[in-house]
């Protein structure tokens, strides 16, 4: 099954404005505002909101071919945007199987607000499930403490979708997924962001120091690990995955399409009888890049369309299910995110010199293609959900390896 979205918001004259400017955002370790602007002007930012709270009512699927082709022209604002659009689309995915619990934030994205995620933290390898961050219960709420790193979008936030765990009763540690408002007390910005890729996302660091969230603006309180994957927690890993796949998947296509381009015109003395498009060795590479992409956007739309299909059904899952689609999806982003790296391993390797040029869109590339592998879920908490509920063993089970 294939879900075709509308027609894009996008025009082909924006994009290749995102594409003019991203270098520049790219040396100067900059956010990318003008292009938040355009895209929040279109509409861009609701695509994943329902019709009724005045957004584009698009599923995980269709988001995700809009960030694949977003990609292609400003990788780092798509993985951006990703933040905000994952937590509009699980919430919409709720609501359409009659859970109300977040339609408030579906009421705040149509109106503007701009949602991101604080799960990325330190000591903490299974992020979502576990937390370094503590949850403390208050009056009329919770108290946030911890460090939270990679805040996509630091600059332009204003709700920070976060967890902490609250380990009161020590033997039933609880997880406290939440939503912190940009001007509550005790958030405090680090502005560390100077990475290897993705550089314009400006990914600083939040610092809670008893930062309050009301009660009515928290999402879950469920047991820590995995027994407290409920479909909101399965839905952060399928909306956020599936967006950082199709965001390399974008700069997978883009590479080729570069490298296409620029053997098909490049000579050499040595070759007489024509460009570098009919080196045996060029021949290779290309055939290999085709063959990684083949290998990638199958497993994508299957994934994808999939679990678009059957979250409407969620209602009459087994005990098994989310277990399976955890698997799928983290198996997806590994896939796509690995493959990304090696066609654009290839296009440095074909097109030479250029490749490694600091003016160039392939270096730029090869470098943003490095951080998929970051995101979670990294290879190593990849394989071992995958093989833990393969061969059912309890993933929460201690000791941990054993």
Do not use: C
Request: net charge negative; no cysteine; aromatic share 8%.
């Amino acid at each position: 099954m294939t879900t075709d979205a509308p027609a894009s918001l996008l025009s082909d004259e924006m994009l290749e404005g995102f594409r003019s400017r991203a270098a520049e955002y790219d040396r100067e370790n900059s956010f990318f505002h003008e292009d938040f602007a355009e895209l929040q002007n279109a509409g861009y930012l609701k695509i994943a909101t329902p019709e009724e709270f005045g957004g584009g009512g698009l599923n995980v699927a269709q988001v995700g071919r809009e960030q694949r082709r977003l990609a292609r022209y400003a990788p780092a604002d798509a993985v951006a945007v990703n933040m905000h659009l994952y937590w509009a689309g699980l919430s919409a995915d709720l609501y359409r199987a009659g859970d109300t619990s977040l339609q408030w934030l579906l009421e705040e994205s149509g109106n503007g607000e701009i949602f991101a995620a604080g799960h990325s933290e330190r000591g903490n390898d299974i992020p979502g499930l576990l937390s370094t961050t503590s949850a403390e219960r208050v009056d009329g709420g919770w108290n946030f403490n911890g460090h939270k790193n990679f805040g996509t979008m630091t600059p332009v936030w204003t709700r920070l979708g976060l967890h902490g765990m609250d380990t009161s009763n020590p033997e039933a540690p609880q997880i406290v997924h939440a939503f912190l408002a940009r001007e509550a007390d005790g958030v405090n910005i680090s502005e560390v962001w100077d990475s290897l890729g993705m550089r314009a996302t400006r990914s600083d660091d939040t610092i809670l120091e008893s930062a309050f969230v009301a009660d009515d603006r928290v999402a879950r309180v469920l047991p820590a690990g995995a027994a407290g994957m409920d479909l909101f927690v399965l839905g952060i890993f399928a909306w956020a995955l599936v967006g950082f796949s199709n965001v390399y998947y974008g700069i997978a296509e883009r590479m080729l399409e570069l490298t296409i381009d620029y053997v098909q015109n490049k000579e050499s003395i040595a070759l007489p009888s024509g460009t570098f498009a009919h080196h045996p060795e060029t021949q290779h590479n290309v055939a290999e890049m085709i063959m990684l992409l083949d290998s990638m956007e199958p497993q994508i739309n299957a994934v994808s369309d999939g679990y678009a299909a059957s979250v409407l059904d969620a209602a009459n899952w087994d005990e098994m299910t989310a277990p399976t689609w955890a698997s799928k999806i983290v198996s997806m982003k590994q896939t796509v995110s690995k493959n990304a790296m090696k066609v654009a391993d290839l296009a440095v390797e074909t097109v030479g010199g250029l490749g490694v040029a600091r003016h160039s869109e392939f270096e730029r590339l090869f470098r943003d293609a490095r951080m998929g592998p970051i995101h979670p879920a990294n290879p190593a908490l990849t394989h071992e959900l995958m093989a833990k509920i393969a061969l059912g063993i309890d993933l929460d089970g201690q000791p941990r390896w054993g």
